[in-house]
């Protein structure tokens, strides 16, 4: 967890072109390792992070994780709290494997993988590059639907709970997320030029694809993430973002959103220039 960790984290830091004193705030988010001190604490250390900075460690939020760890980043730009904050998602899934013959183990053990995506956000942008603003955003949370999805213990480690009843209910929350906050900003589905969506599953993309109206292109950087990395839990939205950075999708409106477990669903509106 933590060489993963640390990767994705060296890797924004040194994109972004500014130096590990620079930053304010790091957040890490993660449910498939637990430690006590945080990973926060070894990005630090590792990083040469200031000792006054705000460190935060996200746990128990599942595949949901990266919108709530970058809103609380946005939060902290936005209350003058810091300059710039490292975003980080980790999930060593691999650690989480428990088989027996139940279906949803078994297509955990085959759809689930090991990855860490990390970014750095700004009060300011920067002057090089292609700039990506926080425009709105906003969450939904179904206690009631828990069981549809959760990790419980068992002989030590995390098995993974996963139900039939997962993609109809990620898209109908994922689609009552967008439909809130494109109504707040006068916009339409039209009106994305590119979908940053975390995939889940064949089956939830396929659902997703239905709900929203939309063609399987529209969802093609999410698709092509899972068909080479499989699910990487919180961490999928960030190599998403980047495939479509690296593809140079259109500029415009972005939609990024995540959903897990909670039951709960995260979407936030960007605008890419």
């Excluded at 809103?71 to 998602?89: E, G, K, M, W």
Aim: charge should be negative; glycine fraction near 10%.
């Amino acid at each position: 967890v933590c060489s993963s960790n640390l990767g994705a984290a060296a890797s924004a830091l040194a994109r972004s072109g500014l130096s590990a004193p620079d930053l304010g705030a790091v957040i890490v988010s993660t449910c498939t390792g637990y430690l006590c001190p945080g990973l926060s604490g070894h990005v630090v250390e590792r990083l040469g992070l200031r000792a006054d900075v705000l460190a935060f460690d996200l746990v128990g939020q599942g595949c949901a994780a990266a919108l709530p760890n970058l809103q609380l980043a946005h939060a902290l730009l936005t209350a003058n709290a810091c300059a710039h904050v490292l975003s980080i998602c980790v999930e060593v899934s691999s650690a989480a494997i428990y088989l027996d013959n139940d279906p949803g183990v078994l297509i955990s053990a085959c759809l689930f993988g090991d990855g860490a995506g990390a970014a750095i956000l700004s009060q300011q942008p920067a002057a090089a590059g292609r700039h990506i603003k926080w425009v709105d955003s906003t969450s939904l949370i179904d206690p009631s639907q828990r069981q549809a999805l959760m990790f419980e213990q068992r002989d030590g480690m995390l098995r993974n709970i996963l139900t039939r009843a997962v993609p109809g209910l990620a898209a109908a929350y994922a689609r009552q997320v967008l439909d809130t906050v494109l109504g707040r900003a006068g916009l339409s589905t039209a009106d994305v030029r590119a979908w940053i969506l975390h995939a889940g599953g064949r089956d939830v993309l396929l659902a997703l694809e239905r709900e929203f109206g939309l063609a399987s292109d529209d969802f093609r950087y999410s698709a092509a993430m899972l068909r080479e990395y499989g699910n990487l839990s919180s961490a999928f939205v960030y190599f998403v973002l980047e495939a479509a950075l690296a593809d140079a999708a259109p500029g415009g409106w972005w939609w990024l959103s995540s959903f897990g477990a909670g039951f709960s669903c995260h979407g936030a509106l960007l605008r890419v220039s």
